[in-house]
């Protein structure tokens, strides 16, 4: 479904990607994890080609989306949904013209028609009853969720999700996980999740990988990947204070 090759990914004289490679199998649930500004969300703006590498190739399916004009990308765009780390809904738009967007757009349906893919999605998270709400009338987890049906209003083969869970509470943040689970495997679709929350990853995913110094240093489904060892990663896991994460960090900035 997805594959990145060799990708390097250089803002200025920061280097974010050096060398990511990954691949990723249809109606897999994937999560990307790493650090605070590791490029976890760079990524992600890759495989939608809103950003161009620096080197190296992305695919999504047989399309090399760094190589596509801007129309044919436009059109491959239509098959990958995209959940924003703080929902990214318009103030100004109620929740039933918030999710109807990409469908006013990108496609030439009816208002009947869009109304009707707009409740279905709606209803699928469970926010039918508040189509006529402004984004500022709701919680973040109900933003969250009307972030997650807009992303499905086209059908997507693939959705990439930015942080679902980032400042929700644990309860709230469980709910937009099973959530997650749930829509990809009614709808059959293959998801990309990058977090740094280590219960929402754990629920999630079907594999996992891990990106360090802009690499991937492990990846395994979350069984194994628990039994890394890895430092780096047994360092992430555990959250110690203690081990080359820091070791690196501090190193890093001496050479500076």
């Known amino acids: 479904m997805v594959e990145l090759r060799d990708v390097h990914m250089q803002f200025e004289e920061k280097k974010v990607l050096d060398g990511f490679s990954l691949k990723v199998d249809p109606q897999e649930r994937l999560v990307i994890m790493g650090q605070t500004g590791s490029g976890k969300s760079t990524i992600l703006r890759l495989i939608l080609g809103t950003l161009q590498p620096s080197g190296g190739?992305?695919?999504?399916?047989?399309?090399?989306?760094?190589?596509?004009?801007?129309?044919?990308?436009?059109?491959?765009?239509r098959h990958i949904g995209m959940v924003y780390q703080y929902s990214a809904l318009l103030s100004s738009r109620n929740v039933r013209d918030n999710v109807a967007l990409p469908l006013e757009e990108l496609t030439d349906k009816s208002r009947k028609e869009i109304d009707k893919v707009v409740d279905e999605k709606l209803d699928l998270v469970g926010m039918k009853?508040?189509?006529?709400?402004?984004?500022?009338?709701?919680?973040g987890g109900m933003r969250k969720r009307v972030s997650i049906a807009r992303s499905l209003v086209l059908e997507p083969e693939?959705?990439?999700?930015?942080?679902?869970?980032?400042?929700?509470?644990?309860?709230?943040?469980?709910?937009?996980?099973?959530?997650?689970?749930?829509?990809?495997?009614?709808?059959?679709?293959?998801?990309?999740?990058?977090?740094?929350?280590?219960?929402?990853?754990?629920?999630?995913?079907?594999?996992m990988a891990m990106l360090y110094q802009g690499k991937v240093i492990e990846e395994a489904e979350p069984e194994k990947f628990k039994e890394s060892e890895n430092a780096v990663v047994a360092q992430f896991l555990s959250g110690s204070t203690e081990g080359p994460i820091l070791e690196d960090s501090q190193d890093a900035i001496a050479k500076k």
């Open 57 to 77: 190739s992305i695919f999504f399916k047989q399309f090399e989306i760094t190589k596509l004009q801007r129309r044919k990308l436009q059109e491959v765009r």
């Open 129 to 139: 009853d508040s189509k006529d709400l402004l984004p500022s009338e709701l919680s």
């Open 158 to 207: 693939l959705i990439l999700l930015d942080e679902p869970s980032a400042g929700l509470d644990p309860v709230i943040a469980s709910v937009i996980d099973e959530l997650i689970i749930s829509l990809t495997e009614k709808s059959n679709v293959t998801s990309i999740t990058v977090t740094h929350e280590m219960d929402s990853a754990f629920r999630i995913a079907t594999r």
